[in-house]
């Protein structure tokens, strides 16, 4: 197993191609992404198989609230780029070999959320007609 290598993002360094990001300020410092934000942990791994197995993993270890525990500061908590080596480090080693059990997972969790996320657009649209038959009906008057 070849662990990612993992530091601090700057804009103008982050070019390779297997490259995700750890916010690592606020309520949501662990969560993933394909997409850098300000203050986050870049995470460049060797290849593709090592890409998806450590954003898979790094988004259980987020939504299990994994990291939760190691956030610091009382007013924006942060957590550090050494507590987020420790995590992978860590619980890698007893994820990878059972790598297609916890693809699964992941896939059931996707679906999950993409259900989540259509539900919500449902709310949002119903929302949306509400509002648009109450105004069409006071227009009138």
Same mark, same amino acid.
């Given at each position: 197993m070849i662990y990612p290598q993992i530091r601090c993002y700057h804009s103008n360094i982050m070019t390779q191609p297997y490259v995700f990001y750890i916010l690592c300020k606020g309520e949501n410092a662990g969560k993933?992404?394909? %997409?850098?934000?300000?203050?986050?942990?870049?995470?460049?791994?060797?290849?593709?198989?090592?890409?998806?197995?450590?954003?898979?993993?790094?988004?259980?270890?987020? %939504?299990?609230? %994994?990291?939760?525990?190691?956030?610091?500061?009382?007013?924006?908590?942060?957590?550090?780029?050494?507590?987020?080596?420790?995590?992978?480090?860590?619980?890698?080693?007893?994820?990878?070999?059972?790598?297609?059990?916890?693809?699964?997972?992941?896939?059931?969790?996707? %679906?999950?959320?993409?259900?989540?996320?259509?539900?919500?657009?449902?709310?949002?649209?119903?929302?949306?007609?509400?509002?648009?038959?109450?105004?069409?009906?006071?227009?009138?008057?």
């Open positions: 993933p992404s394909l %997409k850098p934000w300000p203050n986050s942990f870049a995470v460049i791994c060797q290849n593709q198989q090592y890409f998806n197995f450590y954003f898979w993993l790094v988004y259980g270890l987020f %939504k299990a609230g %994994k990291f939760k525990v190691r956030l610091r500061g009382s007013i924006i908590p942060f957590i550090n780029v050494d507590d987020v080596r420790d995590i992978i480090r860590e619980l890698a080693p007893a994820v990878f070999p059972d790598w297609s059990k916890f693809q699964e997972l992941v896939n059931t969790l996707d %679906k999950i959320e993409k259900l989540k996320s259509n539900l919500a657009q449902q709310i949002i649209a119903s929302e949306n007609l509400q509002l648009h038959l109450l105004l069409r009906h006071f227009d009138g008057y």
